[in-house]
């Protein structure tokens, strides 16, 4: 008898153990639903933070924001770069590094906005610029000589490279914002907007039918199908954006609209992969832990960073003279 009600006290459990879902199964979609939730709330704050910076009422307010927010910007993208570049065991110049990347930032506003008393033309700028980075290569050659690493070539090479990706691939943002004779905060709003809907549509589009991997020993997640949704919703928001404000870009037309929703939406997914690679080289997930369900500053900026140039060339070479 007891041997009876052993065998139906198993049965029963085993009817109710397969009829109630493990907790197992449901963390995977609660985490999910949490690191969603994350994501949009850390979106939503920081689309707040640019919007009052760009369309504060007071320009002087406005411009000293703006550039406080790119040299924060800049440092702090710059410093996750070096700590990855440690992670993986290769030296850099650290301290001559964020050394350049303030010099560089704030001579590039200076330009920009004529407080140096000179020509702010894209030339001018641009020149001030090449000779800056030409200088600083020659300063990081002296270091070489109070250095007492084995690894001075490689430091020099790191060292540079991540003040090119970072601070000087964030300048473009300044030469996007005070461009000349255009409204500069619309063209940057634009190409940012434009540049986080293709991160949504690749997200989105990619998580529902994603099937084929694009690059899957750099980033397992990325799809063909990702990377279609990325220039599908990029180029309807480049379209929408231009209906909406096109009065406010000069040149801006749907046809223009439709060339840059398709090359931004398209190189967004070039430099988050680039920025992927970074991250596996160096064993991490993320670059930081800043931005709750984002990542890093380079998390945040990756596909950005890639698209500021390419919007900047584009706007002085085809949409103005």
């Known amino acids: 008898m007891g041997g009876e009600l052993s065998i139906g006290n198993r049965a029963v459990c085993l009817i109710l153990s397969r009829a109630m879902p493990d907790a197992s199964d449901a963390q995977p979609s609660s985490s999910k639903a949490t690191a969603f939730f994350r994501r949009v709330t850390t979106s939503l704050v920081l689309w707040t933070v640019v919007i009052g910076v760009l369309f504060f009422e007071n320009p002087t307010v406005s411009r000293g924001a703006f550039i406080f927010l790119i040299l924060f910007l800049a440092l702090a993208g710059l410093i996750e770069f070096y700590e990855l570049a440690e992670m993986r065991g290769l030296a850099c110049f650290k301290w001559s590094g964020l050394l350049g990347a303030v010099l560089l930032t704030v001579g590039t506003y200076l330009n920009l906005t004529g407080r140096l008393g000179l020509s702010d ?84 589009i990619g998580s529902v039918i994603g ?3 694009m690059v899957p020993r750099i980033s397992p997640h990325k799809t063909w199908e990702g990377f279609a949704g990325s220039i599908l919703v990029a180029t309807g928001a480049s379209l929408a954006f231009v209906r ?34 970074f991250k596996r080289e160096a064993g991490a997930k993320d670059s930081g832990g800043l931005f709750p369900g984002i990542g890093g500053i380079l998390d945040l900026l990756d596909s950005l960073l890639f698209n500021a140039p390419i919007m900047y060339l584009y706007l002085r070479h085809v949409l103005t003279d």
């Open 121 to 204: 033309s894209p030339a001018r700028v641009n020149d001030f610029e090449t000779g800056f980075i030409i200088l600083f290569v020659l300063g990081l050659c002296v270091r070489m000589f109070v250095s007492k690493s084995n690894h001075r070539m490689s430091a020099i090479a790191i060292t540079l490279f991540g003040l090119m990706y970072v601070p000087w691939l964030l300048n473009f943002f300044q030469k996007i914002y005070f461009f000349p004779r255009v409204d500069g905060k619309y063209f940057l709003l634009y190409f940012v907007l434009l540049t986080k809907f293709s991160d949504m549509g690749a997200y989105a």
């Open 211 to 213: 099937r084929h991997k």
């Open 244 to 277: 909406l404000f096109g009065a406010h870009m000069d040149g801006m037309n749907a046809f223009h609209a439709v060339i840059l929703g398709v090359v931004l939406g398209g190189t967004a997914v070039v430099g988050d992969l680039v920025e992927s690679l």
